[in-house]
């Protein structure tokens, strides 16, 4: 069942756009927004993901985070296979209406653990830092979270997940 996507105005002029009070978010040519997700009160990033007018629309209608998964070319509501659903506090839009950041509290996953958002079992899916100024190659990443919120096998099972390399 795909959403109406008649809750968006139709982008008539960078005025409308830019000061008005209508939602006109501009999907790109793949059908997509991107969506930075952090933690209503922590601060931090969580994930970055793609919405869709479906998923931007489900969003809106049903306080829970909905993405477009572009590696698997599905609607993806976030906690429907982990149980760690993403309930929307706040959604924020930017000046030219072409990106999203919506602001989430979590619940921990069905098997146990604390509250996350990463499937590989970290609370941020940014569970890494890059080093600036550093020549060495290959760079070397450090790990900022020390430890896994929860295990991943005991939610998602030992399949490989399809989406990644």
């Known amino acids: 069942m795909e959403a109406s996507s008649s809750i968006f ?3 008539d002029s960078v005025e409308q756009v830019e000061e008005g009070k209508q939602l006109a978010p501009k999907f790109d040519q793949l059908g997509v927004i991107p969506c930075v997700t952090i933690h209503s009160q922590s601060r931090e990033v969580l994930m970055f993901a793609f919405m869709s007018k479906e998923a931007l629309t489900l969003t809106i ?3 829970l985070a909905h993405y477009w998964s572009r ?3 599905k609607l993806w509501k976030k906690g429907e296979s982990s149980g760690m659903f993403q309930h929307v506090k706040r959604m924020l839009i930017d000046d030219d209406q072409d990106c999203i950041v919506i602001e989430v509290e979590l619940t921990q996953p069905t098997s146990g653990g604390e509250e996350a958002s990463c499937h590989v079992g970290y ?3 940014f569970y890494r830092e890059v080093p600036i100024g550093n020549t060495d190659a290959p760079v070397q990443l450090s790990f900022i979270e ?3 919120a929860f295990d991943p096998k005991a939610v998602y099972g030992d399949a490989p997940n399809p ?3």
């Open 9 to 11: 105005a139709k982008r």
């Open 123 to 125: 609370r941020s899916c």
């Open 71 to 73: 590696s698997r070319q």
């Open 163 to 165: 989406t990644r390399l």
């Open 61 to 63: 209608e049903t306080g």
């Open 146 to 148: 020390k430890s896994k």
